[in-house]
């Protein structure tokens, strides 16, 4: 038992060079890195818990508490055995949610997004604005440019969001001079607030007609949705965070885990663990594929996938036994759908709307005077949509923060695609 006064987690005091380690945001050589140690144990937290001693130049800085917070684990400064995760009985407070005005504001200033910009040149404006509506990829004015992807749960409900800043050019995360996420819940500087995190997106589970795969960054599900579209694209946003508290919503269901490089032996460990939970699957292909510069690079799925066409991925009608994305044996992998671009090419055109405001009380109009769909609705053959009141909710204030912008006309048009479903296919 800790005596009054003494802290349970402290800097690892100095004794030479091997108590300094090489710092994970700047990468400094000279080892100017101290790590929080236990001092139950004298062991290290994580590699990643310490502080940069280089003030000046690096402001690295994370603490027992925000690791433990970040990976829900309970932070007890008194007894020895204080980081360990939560049960359910011992979760007596209520999750606390992002409130709902904040996830609308958000929800805007795509031209400035550095990852909104990406997937623009990645996909084409059409295909990128559907993936931002589905998994409501938001703007944080946190770092200019950054990105908020946040995790909805499957009732709807907004637990937090991770802000993120991307190089629009690369698509990757910037890490220099200082790596750069942090936590909605956290800049909102509540004190109160319970976290309990849930899968990023999954609030698409709500579609039970498809198995899920599960990787670890937001970024990859993302982008692996539009080339594998028969799985529903989740995240659990690191190696570690793969656990029976995020997986719990899976229950029953077939399941694909693809980890990133050298994850594998991990994942596939967690697989067995989780097994009474789903029919776990741990994909192989990047160990089998990857070189040894992308072994060094630490490629991920969407690495790997952005070296394709997407466009090949849709006319390509791959057998289960060549298929190369996945483990074997794993669910049957069926033609790929027709992808986004050819879904719109295909349509009918939609005429530009010069009169916005006229077109948006009439939309207004229509779903304040109808009981809006609770379950999920198929809009077309390739767009499902999960929670039908947040979508209405997210694309009004998308029209409205972006009054007369033909780069978000798509927004509206989807509002009226969804207005003549409900009118021919429901009958409302």
Same mark, same amino acid.
């Given at each position: 038992?800790?005596?009054?006064?003494?802290?349970?987690?402290?800097?690892?005091?100095?004794?030479?060079?091997?108590?300094?380690?090489?710092?994970?945001?700047?990468?400094?050589?000279?080892?100017?890195?101290?790590?929080?140690?236990?001092?139950?144990?004298?062991?290290?937290?994580?590699?990643?818990?310490?502080?940069?001693?280089?003030?000046?130049?690096?402001?690295?800085?994370?603490?027992?508490?925000?690791?433990?917070?970040?990976?829900?684990?309970?932070?007890?400064?008194?007894?020895?055995?204080?980081?360990?995760?939560?049960?359910?009985?011992?979760?007596?407070?209520?999750?606390?949610?992002?409130?709902?005005?904040?996830?609308?504001?958000?929800?805007? &200033?795509?031209? *400035? #997004?550095?990852? =909104?910009?990406?997937?623009?040149? $990645?996909? +084409?404006?059409? @295909? /990128?604005?559907?993936?931002?509506?589905?998994?409501?990829?938001?703007?944080?004015?946190?770092?200019?440019?950054?990105?908020?992807?946040?995790?909805?749960?499957?009732?709807?409900?907004?637990?937090?969001?991770?802000?993120?800043?991307?190089?629009?050019?690369?698509?990757?995360?910037?890490?220099?001079?200082?790596?750069?996420?942090?936590?909605?819940?956290?800049?909102?500087?509540?004190?109160?607030?319970?976290?309990?995190?849930?899968?990023?997106?999954?609030?698409?589970?709500?579609?039970?007609?498809?198995?899920?795969?599960?990787?670890?960054?937001?970024?990859?599900?993302?982008?692996?949705?539009?080339?594998?579209?028969?799985?529903?694209?989740?995240?659990? &946003?690191?190696? *570690? #965070?793969?656990? =029976?508290?995020?997986?719990?919503? $899976?229950? +029953?269901?077939? @399941? /694909?885990?693809?980890?990133?490089?050298?994850?594998?032996?991990?994942?596939?460990?967690?697989?067995?663990?989780?097994?009474?939970?789903?029919?776990?699957?741990?994909?192989?292909?990047?160990?089998?594929?990857?070189?040894?510069?992308?072994?060094?690079?630490?490629?991920?799925?969407?690495?790997?996938?952005?070296?394709?066409?997407?466009?090949?991925?849709?006319?390509?009608?791959?057998?289960?036994?060549?298929?190369?994305?996945?483990?074997?044996?794993?669910?049957?992998?069926?033609?790929?759908?027709?992808?986004?671009?050819?879904?719109?090419?295909?349509?009918?055109?939609?005429?530009?709307?010069?009169?916005?405001?006229?077109?948006?009380?009439?939309?207004?109009?229509?779903?304040?005077?109808?009981?809006?769909?609770?379950?999920?609705?198929?809009?077309?053959?390739?767009?499902?949509?999960?929670?039908?009141?947040?979508?209405?909710?997210?694309?009004?204030?998308?029209?409205?923060?972006?009054?007369?912008?033909?780069?978000?006309?798509?927004?509206?048009?989807?509002?009226?695609?969804?207005?003549?479903?409900?009118?021919?296919?429901?009958?409302?």
């Amino acid at each position: 038992m800790l005596k009054m006064n003494e802290r349970r987690y402290i800097l690892e005091p100095y004794k030479g060079i091997n108590t300094r380690y090489r710092c994970p945001s700047c990468q400094q050589r000279d080892k100017t890195f101290s790590l929080y140690i236990d001092t139950e144990t004298g062991k290290h937290i994580h590699p990643t818990v310490g502080r940069c001693n280089r003030e000046s130049k690096c402001s690295y800085h994370y603490t027992p508490k925000q690791y433990f917070q970040d990976n829900n684990i309970s932070f007890d400064t008194t007894q020895p055995k204080a980081y360990k995760p939560r049960t359910a009985a011992q979760q007596t407070k209520p999750v606390s949610f992002i409130p709902v005005e904040i996830f609308k504001a958000s929800l805007k &200033g795509y031209e *400035t #997004n550095h990852f =909104a910009k990406y997937l623009i040149d $990645l996909f +084409g404006a059409e @295909v /990128a604005s559907e993936l931002i509506s589905r998994y409501f990829i938001a703007t944080s004015k946190h770092w200019s440019g950054a990105t908020v992807f946040w995790q909805i749960d499957i009732t709807g409900k907004v637990r937090t969001g991770k802000i993120m800043l991307y190089n629009p050019v690369t698509g990757k995360r910037v890490k220099e001079p200082f790596n750069h996420i942090n936590w909605v819940h956290k800049s909102l500087q509540q004190p109160e607030f319970e976290l309990g995190q849930c899968l990023f997106g999954e609030h698409l589970l709500i579609d039970k007609t498809k198995p899920v795969a599960v990787v670890e960054s937001e970024k990859t599900a993302v982008i692996a949705s539009v080339y594998l579209p028969q799985f529903i694209w989740v995240a659990v &946003g690191s190696l *570690t #965070n793969l656990n =029976a508290e995020k997986c719990s919503i $899976l229950k +029953g269901r077939t @399941v /694909a885990l693809f980890p990133d490089l050298n994850g594998f032996d991990k994942w596939n460990t967690k697989a067995e663990e989780l097994s009474h939970l789903a029919n776990f699957v741990v994909s192989d292909l990047l160990e089998r594929k990857a070189t040894e510069t992308e072994r060094e690079q630490g490629f991920d799925l969407a690495d790997y996938l952005i070296q394709f066409d997407y466009k090949i991925f849709a006319q390509t009608e791959t057998k289960a036994s060549e298929a190369p994305l996945t483990a074997q044996p794993l669910v049957e992998v069926k033609p790929i759908y027709q992808p986004p671009l050819d879904y719109y090419f295909n349509k009918p055109e939609v005429p530009e709307l010069k009169d916005w405001e006229h077109s948006m009380t009439e939309l207004e109009k229509y779903f304040s005077g109808i009981d809006i769909p609770a379950e999920a609705v198929k809009l077309n053959s390739w767009s499902t949509i999960t929670n039908c009141s947040l979508f209405i909710e997210s694309h009004f204030a998308t029209v409205r923060a972006n009054y007369g912008k033909n780069s978000h006309l798509p927004y509206l048009n989807r509002l009226h695609e969804l207005k003549d479903y409900l009118q021919t296919s429901l009958k409302i």
